[in-house]
């Protein structure tokens, strides 16, 4: 009968690979840590609504699926590898929320499944964000290469998208929003709303930051803010909108203070898309 003998490499992990793991975990980390340490989200992960939690975590997978095209853990060709890529963070991110919430002792031996499986999973939401993009920002690949692809006109959009859902899901869970938005005047609303629009468009085009868009010579400049800057200006607001209403917080309140609500939500939002477009 013959012995099956594995050679001592046959089962050695790929260093690169597990310098990949190391790094999305720091990523991880970096990236949610001001979540990891706000009660609010503790809170949040025991009594949010269930359906609107799944819904935040099943919008989330393919967010990951397009940011692992333009800066995820490893250079990939194919749609799987993207897919796997996204699974794989999601596990490192939801790894980092249980070794940091149980060392916080927010995680304890007798909350129930439900409060413990809410917590771990929002949490798992800003920390996959950075777990998928540490490579483009803690990695060591040469710039050169990683602006290599450049995004087509639906794929900044859609990294507009992205960022401003990061930074908002890091300010929809606190109170502050809906009270800033109580405080201000109409006319206050429709200046942030233009700050907000002005910023994202001079992050991107006009302050000649590393990663910044040079306008073509053959397009208009208004060309150029109606199709980039006002578009994502809407997006911004259509996110904004959205994780407002899964932490709840539009929940009761009229459409003046929806919009109001979203327009404040809307000012790191947008600077959170900017900052996607110049990062990425």
């Known amino acids: 009968m013959s012995t099956m003998i594995a050679s001592p490499g046959a089962f050695k992990a790929d260093p690169a690979f597990l310098r990949g793991l190391g790094r999305a975990f720091a990523g991880a980390l970096i990236f949610a840590l001001p979540m990891l340490m706000t009660m609010e989200m503790w809170q949040l992960g025991f009594y949010m609504d269930p359906?609107?939690?799944?819904?935040?975590?099943?919008?989330?997978?393919?967010?990951?699926?397009?940011?692992?095209?333009?800066?995820?853990?490893?250079?990939?060709?194919?749609?799987?590898?993207?897919?796997?890529?996204?699974?794989?963070?999601?596990?490192?991110?939801?790894?980092?929320?249980?070794?940091?919430?149980?060392?916080?002792?927010?995680?304890?031996?007798?909350m129930s499944v439900r409060e413990v499986v809410g917590k771990i999973a929002l949490q798992t939401v800003p920390g996959s964000f950075g777990a998928m993009l540490a490579r483009s920002q803690l990695g060591d690949e040469p710039e050169s290469k990683r602006d290599r692809d450049t995004p087509?006109?639906?794929?900044?959009?859609?990294l507009m998208g992205a960022g401003a859902l990061f930074l908002a899901f890091n300010m929809a869970p606190t109170e502050e929003m809906v009270l800033i938005a109580y405080k201000m005047s109409a006319w206050?609303?429709?200046?942030?709303?233009?700050?907000?629009?002005?910023?994202?468009?001079?992050?991107?085009?006009?302050?000649?930051?590393?990663?910044?868009?040079?306008?073509?010579?053959d397009i208009p400049a208004w060309s150029i803010f109606?199709?980039?800057?006002?578009?994502g200006y809407a997006i911004v607001l259509s996110v904004s909108l959205f994780t407002l209403w899964v932490f709840s917080r539009t929940d009761g309140a009229g459409l003046q203070e929806m919009v109001s609500a979203s327009i404040v939500l809307g000012f790191p939002g947008a600077i959170g898309a900017a900052a996607a477009r110049l990062l990425l």
């Open 51 to 110: 359906l609107r939690l799944a819904l935040l975590l099943g919008l989330t997978i393919p967010t990951l699926v397009g940011l692992s095209r333009f800066g995820g853990m490893r250079p990939t060709a194919r749609l799987r590898d993207d897919v796997a890529d996204a699974l794989v963070v999601l596990l490192v991110a939801a790894l980092a929320a249980i070794v940091t919430l149980y060392i916080f002792g927010i995680l304890t031996p007798g």
């Open 152 to 158: 087509t006109y639906w794929g900044e959009l859609f």
């Open 188 to 217: 206050q609303a429709v200046a942030l709303a233009l700050v907000s629009l002005g910023l994202m468009h001079a992050f991107v085009y006009a302050l000649n930051f590393r990663g910044g868009s040079a306008r073509p010579q």
């Open 226 to 231: 109606a199709r980039f800057s006002l578009v």
